[in-house]
């Protein structure tokens, strides 16, 4: 059965380096046709896409955020990783790795997710 | 990027009732292949989103038919036929047709009167 943990800090200083590890298990991350994604939601709020990275290492983010943030695969340890610059207060949020079938129609496997706070 | 816009954003239902929500998008999601990406999502209190409905109207397998969702271009609705108390949560359309970015509605938060 396909699961997805997150992991990484749960506290981090403004200004900073976000990152963040999503371990996947029951599946490889190698397999072809789907994408790996992050998704945030700040507390209390709604849901904002972060980006995906393609099996085939393309990568795809939000506009918004694009300008600050990387995603990447370690097949090795069947992982992906989230890395978002400069962050702050804004930026924390419970963030979701997930597995993705299809953005189109929404199909995601998603995470536990993990609170990252952003304060001094 | 796309807007999407829900309505209501708090929506108190008493148990048995019908419940609705609208979803309008900023522009079409008519995709080039004929589909329409606009896909339903409920998440309960601490727990992950669930996907619902996708393609306007098609239900994911283990989701009760008391669940439908109507609507074309940019104008949708998620409709509860009787709520009962598990559907307590927030719900938000998305839409895919426009990735990327996928971008989600406000969210509507459904609670029992």
């Known amino acids: 059965q396909l699961q997805l943990q997150e992991s990484g800090p749960g506290l981090v200083k403004p200004s900073e380096t976000l990152s963040l590890t999503c371990t996947v298990s029951?599946?490889?991350?190698?397999?072809?046709?789907?994408?790996w994604g992050w998704i945030r939601q700040p507390p209390g709020k709604g849901l904002e896409w972060i980006g995906s990275i393609y099996y085939s290492g393309s990568t795809y983010y939000n506009p918004s955020l694009k300008s600050r943030v990387t995603i990447s695969v370690d097949t090795s340890k069947n992982q992906f990783s989230l890395k978002l610059s400069s962050v702050t207060a804004a930026d924390t949020a419970l963030y979701y790795c997930?597995?993705?079938?299809?953005?189109?129609?929404?199909?995601?496997?998603w995470g536990q997710g993990t609170l990252v706070t952003v304060s001094s | 990027d796309v807007v999407m816009t829900q309505s209501p954003l708090s929506l108190p239902v008493t148990l048995g009732q019908p419940a609705s929500i609208s979803c309008r998008s900023s522009q079409s999601l008519v995709y080039s292949d004929g589909n329409t990406y606009l896909n339903w999502f409920q998440q309960r209190p601490g727990q992950s989103p669930r996907r619902l409905i996708y393609k306007v109207s098609d239900r994911d397998s283990g989701v009760p038919d008391r669940f439908s969702g109507s609507g074309s271009g940019t104008d949708f609705t998620l409709k509860i036929s009787r709520v009962e108390a598990e559907d307590v949560g927030v719900y938000y359309c998305?839409?895919?047709?426009?990735?990327?970015?996928?971008?989600f509605g406000q969210g509507t938060r459904l609670e029992i009167k």
């Open positions: 997930a597995r993705v079938a299809s953005h189109y129609s929404g199909n995601y496997h």
């Open positions: 029951g599946g490889s991350i190698s397999s072809s046709s789907y994408y």
């Open positions: 998305m839409q895919g047709t426009h990735w990327p970015p996928i971008t």
